[in-house]
């Protein structure tokens, strides 16, 4: 190796110690969402959570922001007509009588104004077994949005998580 190339090589340790120590940045969230929405949006997330009422069910995916939660991911369906049982596979895409689709995903991030979706094309969420306050679930949630030219459109997600049932 020629002296100029050592010399070279002797000024990076010291260029990179210029730069002062590396700052962590936030932490990595422990779970994350698949599907192709991942390209436009960060699905990771630290907890799920599924809130049920005699009108709806949600599953709720959070992330830790400062002393509080964003909400990187949710699916609301409405249940008011429907019997929850386990294993039983509620149809997210369904259109009820009302005219309006059972499932409807949003999002609510600091500092992100995309916070609704399209329709769904398709779309499911599974529990083991029915949701009781306090308790853990399994959900199974996937769903394909509306093909377009909106925010998300003909996109996917999908995932297998542990839940607490609030």
């Known amino acids: 190796m020629s002296p100029s190339a050592l010399a070279w090589l002797a000024t990076v340790p010291l260029a990179a110690a210029a730069c002062g120590p590396v700052q962590p940045g936030p932490p990595k969230p422990a779970h994350a969402l698949e ?11 630290d907890v799920a959570h599924v809130d049920v009422s005699d009108n709806d069910l949600a599953v ?8 509080g939660e964003d909400t990187v991911f949710k699916a609301t369906a409405i249940i008011s ?4 049982v386990q294993n039983g ?3 997210l ?38 949701p009781v306050s306090g308790e853990n679930v399994n959900v199974d949630l996937a769903v394909t949005f509306e093909a377009g030219i ?3 459109s003909g996109r996917t997600v999908f995932g297998k998580f542990e839940a607490n049932v609030l």
């Not at 709720?60 to 002393?67: A, I, L, M, T």
């Not at 007509?81 to 929850?84: C, H």
């Open 150 to 152: 909106d925010f998300a």
């Open 81 to 84: 007509d429907l019997v929850l």
């Open 93 to 130: 895409a369904e259109v009820l009588p009302s005219g309006v689709q059972r499932g409807l995903m949003s999002r609510d991030v600091l500092n992100d104004p995309r916070r609704a979706f399209p329709k769904l094309q398709r779309g499911r969420v599974i529990l083991d077994r029915v």
């Open 35 to 45: 599907g192709s929405l991942s390209v436009l949006v960060d699905l990771g997330f």
């Open 89 to 91: 596979s509620i149809d």
């Open 60 to 67: 709720r995916y959070g992330r830790k922001q400062g002393d």
